[in-house]
Structure formats: structure tokens, C-alpha cells
């Protein structure tokens, strides 16, 4: 059994990792509302001015097995910080303003003062993409073919 600090450890990763993937996916006006309403926090200090390059992409054959390079898209990453505290922005895309807002979303969802109220806008953001991925996965179903193999009685 893991003691009580490891398994804290363990929540505030998955914790850090379900908000940043939320920021990562999230239209960048949906940050900017965000970022709006923490108008009146301490300014963000740069860290690493958002850019774009080239990042490999690895995959997996069923999830499993040896990693292959797949090939190199672009991404947008940024650093910032707020009162010493660090947020980090990735997008899987050429958009250095998503960039910047996803980093200080983050660095403010780590912040002792502002983390329960931007846990609260990331959740409704989860919601409302969980509703919009489970109506699209509903409509492609009516769109799937079924493939059957026909046996010949021949030998």
C-alpha cells in the first residue's frame, strides 16, 4: 500500500495532467473568457515566450508493441509564471496565443488563490466536450458499414 503522501502526489498529477489536456483541447476563446475573469490577479511573468516548431510524433501498433516515429507536426508551447508558481501551454497546432492562455490557465490552476475557480470553468469545459464527443461518436454511428465474409460451400 502506497503512504498517504505518494497517493497525494498521484492525485495532483492526474489532477495536473486532466487540466492541461482540458487546455490543450479547448478553443482558445474559451481561455481568453477564463483568463478574463482573473483580471485582477498578479501580472504573468514570461518564462519561455510562446513558439512554434516541429515535434515527432510516436506510435504504437494496438496501443502496444515497439514505438515507430509516425512523423513531425507542428506545436506551439509556452512557459509562464504567476507569483513563482509555473504553468506550462502545448497545442498540437501553429497557435502561440493558445499557447500563452493555456500556460497561464495552468500557472492559475496551480495557484493557492485561484485553483478552486479555474477547476470550476475546466470542469464545465470538460463537460461540455464530453457532451459534444459523445453526440458526434452517436451521429458516426449511423455511418458505419458492416463488412461480413461470405463462406463458399467449396472445397
Known amino acids: 500500500m502506497e503512504p498517504d503522501g505518494a497517493t497525494g502526489l498521484a492525485a495532483a498529477q492526474e489532477r495536473r495532467r486532466e487540466r492541461m489536456e482540458t487546455l490543450s483541447l479547448s478553443p ?3 481561455l481568453e473568457r477564463i483568463a478574463s475573469l482573473f483580471a485582477g490577479c498578479p501580472e504573468p511573468v514570461t518564462v519561455r515566450a510562446a513558439e512554434t516548431g516541429l515535434v515527432m510524433v510516436r506510435g504504437r501498433i494496438a496501443g502496444h508493441g515497439a514505438a515507430f516515429n509516425l512523423g513531425e ?5 509556452c512557459v509562464v509564471s504567476v507569483e513563482g508558481v509555473l504553468g506550462f501551454g502545448y497545442t498540437l497546432f501553429p497557435d502561440e496565443r493558445h499557447a500563452y ?3 497561464l490557465c495552468d500557472a492559475l490552476g496551480g495557484h493557492r488563490d485561484y485553483a478552486g475557480p479555474v477547476e470550476r ?3 464545465a ?3 461540455r466536450r464530453a457532451e459534444t464527443v459523445s453526440r458526434d461518436e452517436a451521429e458516426a454511428v449511423g455511418t458505419r458499414v458492416e463488412f461480413f465474409t461470405m463462406v463458399r460451400g467449396d472445397d
Not at 507536426?73 to 508551447?77: E, I, M, N, T, Y
Request: charged letters at 35%.
Open 28 to 30: 482558445p476563446e474559451e
Open 73 to 77: 507536426v507542428l506545436a506551439s508551447r
Open 101 to 103: 492562455l493555456a500556460a
Open 121 to 123: 470553468e475546466l470542469a
Open 125 to 127: 469545459l470538460r463537460r
